[in-house]
């Protein structure tokens, strides 16, 4: 017989039991919600350290840009913003550096930071020069307007100054006046800023029409007292003084500083660049002009055998003045080649002599190396002058492939075709800089300038309609736009030369929102010539001949606004008006190349009509 044995656990067993049960559960249950609590904070610590580590090397990008170490602070500014984009200090610091850089992309950064946190004051300081800088109006008059709100503090002398400069780009001078002579009375204005207002009024004299000796004496005067000491703002004072008695010319000199302590000042200057004392010789020479061979040969002898630094400067004054073989025979092509600055001026100055086959010879030896696009542009050059289509379309083409994708490649190959009369790769250059960065204010101007060139109309609205799409805020396009529509507008000469089936005159409701907008425009600045010019012409079209005579009655504009499209619409206001000896005495200082064809027309009909 088996006999079975059962042991049952006490009670403290079972107990013990229990716990560890209990113990595994609730660790398991810790573990469970560990987990979770994890999977909802990482993301935020995560964030928050790299938010930490993004305002860190923002920091260090801002007192880089400081020390103009501009290289490091991109780096750190690259990196500050790779770590969190998102992060306000980083959208700083990148627009910051782009603003600095003068890149137009550093809008769109300070559009972002507005969005997220309020600009602060050294923020729409960089936001308005910036606009400034790329001639975006609009942009720069919304900064200013914060920064003359009395927030964080009064306006600084740079804030009104700012807000002055886009005053006198909107022709407003009345403003720009009283800005700038509350930044000249400001107690902690700087000797830079108490220059750069004094350069505010001068300009206001120059282009307001309503110059007077008493302003331009206040002026003299203001220069002459922040020369007299030893920092870069009396240089620039001297500077501004000796450019004023140069431009003068056989015209009384009226500078508070007698012309040789002008000189005397500049040449003792610490701070003086060649530049600055070659300046004070062109003053000797605007006052002793029966003595220019003298003078210009002591500049020679003083500078041809200088540093490379001063050597460049004689050679681009050389050039400037006119003195081409004087450059050649000063510095020869073997001094020449020490630096592609001096290279390129002995270059020019042998292609302002037309000798191009010693340029063609002297690029293609490689005497001096040089960047693709810099050779292929003046071996283009060299073989239009000489007749060669198909050497200088070979060239252009190569200049293109190397300037692809780069926007300052790109407008440096621009510039130079349209000063060589290349318009078709001008516009094929600006065109891809534009490609390249639509909002890019030089590449749009110069598809502007080539299309005027060509005088081809169509294009130039088309374009100015373009930019009204980028920049719809902006004036100047406004009235610019509006004036070549109504160039482009039929009218009954033209219907006419269509024959039947054209299509018919601009509606009165068209003309009349033309009108309506150029009289807005010329309330608000009643300077402005080209805002009368857009109404007069409204007017033509409108046939109401007297009252676009009377859009000038008493107006006197500046000289500086005058331009031949300008000219002509008053000369046709005149000749529509019975003023016809007038008419033909102002189209008389105009050459007709200068007009676009409709404006050619307006003038043959108006005055074949009368």
Not at 80 to 100: D, N, T
Not at 348 to 364: F, P, T
Request: glycine share 4%; aromatic share 6%.
């Amino acid at each position: 017989m088996a006999f079975t044995v059962e042991f049952k656990p006490s009670r403290s067993d079972l107990h013990k039991k229990r716990l560890r049960r209990r113990r595994i559960i609730t660790r398991i249950l810790i573990l469970f919600f560990a987990v979770v609590v994890v999977g909802f904070v990482a993301k935020p610590v995560r964030n928050a350290i790299r938010g930490w580590q993004s305002r860190r090397y923002a920091a260090r990008a801002f007192t880089s840009m400081d020390e103009r170490k501009f290289l490091q602070a991109r780096e750190e500014v690259i990196t500050a913003y790779r770590l969190r984009p998102q992060e306000p200090e980083a959208i700083r610091a990148v627009a910051r550096l782009l603003s600095l850089a003068d890149q137009s992309d550093a809008l769109d950064f300070w559009k972002t930071l507005a969005s997220v946190t309020p600009l602060n004051r050294a923020d729409l300081r960089s936001e308005a020069g910036i606009a400034l800088k790329v001639d975006d109006l609009a942009r720069a008059d919304e900064a200013t307007q914060q920064l003359l709100e009395p927030r964080d503090g009064k306006p600084t002398p740079a804030d009104l100054l700012l807000a002055a400069e886009v005053c006198l780009r909107k022709r407003q001078f009345d403003k720009a006046t009283d800005l700038a002579r509350q930044a000249l009375a400001d107690p902690g204005a700087t000797r830079r800023d108490q220059f750069q207002a004094t350069m505010a009024l001068d300009t206001i004299v120059q282009n307001s029409g309503t110059k007077s000796p008493n302003d331009a004496k206040e002026i003299e005067r203001r220069l002459a007292e922040l020369a007299k000491d030893r920092d870069d703002v009396a240089l620039d004072a001297l500077t501004t003084l000796a450019q004023r008695v140069v431009a003068a010319g056989d015209e009384k000199n009226s500078s508070a500083i007698p012309v040789e302590q002008i000189v005397q000042g500049i040449n003792n200057h610490p701070l003086a660049t060649p530049a600055n004392r070659l300046l004070a010789v062109d003053l000797e020479l605007a006052q002793h002009k029966d003595r220019r061979e003298e003078l210009e040969q002591q500049t020679i002898d003083r500078w041809k055998n200088a540093s490379d630094e001063e050597v460049t400067a004689l050679a681009a004054w050389l050039y400037r003045r006119g003195e081409y073989q004087r450059e050649l025979d000063a510095i020869p092509l073997n001094r020449a080649t020490q630096t592609r600055e001096l290279f390129l001026q002995h270059v020019d100055a042998l292609g302002a002599l037309n000798r191009w086959e010693d340029v063609r010879q002297i690029l293609e030896s490689q005497r001096f190396p040089l960047d693709p696009l810099t050779q292929n542009m003046y071996l283009a050059r060299c073989y239009t002058e000489k007749g060669e289509q198909q050497g200088a379309e070979n060239n252009w083409q190569r200049a293109l492939e190397s300037a692809a994708g780069n926007l300052g490649k790109l407008l440096t190959l621009g510039d130079y075709a349209e000063k060589s009369g290349a318009y078709a790769v001008a516009t094929t250059a600006y065109d891809a800089a534009a490609a390249a960065a639509p909002k890019s204010r030089p590449a749009e101007q110069g598809r502007l300038r080539v299309a005027y060139a060509l005088h081809d109309t169509k294009r130039i609205h088309a374009l100015l309609q373009e930019f009204l799409r980028i920049w719809p805020k902006d004036v100047a396009l406004q009235n610019d736009e509006a004036y070549v529509h109504l160039l482009l507008l039929p009218n009954e000469s033209t219907l006419e030369r269509r024959g039947p089936g054209a299509s018919q005159p601009s509606a009165p409701d068209e003309l009349s929102g033309i009108e309506s907008l150029a009289q807005n425009l010329v309330k608000q600045d009643p300077t402005s010539i080209p805002h009368r010019t857009l109404l007069a012409l409204c007017r033509i079209r409108q046939h109401r001949m007297a009252d676009a005579l009377a859009v000038y009655k008493g107006f006197i504009g500046p000289r500086s606004g005058l331009t031949p499209a300008s000219v002509a619409v008053h000369a046709a206001t005149l000749a529509a008006n019975g003023r016809i000896d007038q008419a033909r005495v102002e189209m008389a200082s105009i050459p007709s190349n200068d007009l676009l064809p409709e404006e050619r027309d307006l003038i043959q009909r108006v005055t074949s009509n009368q």
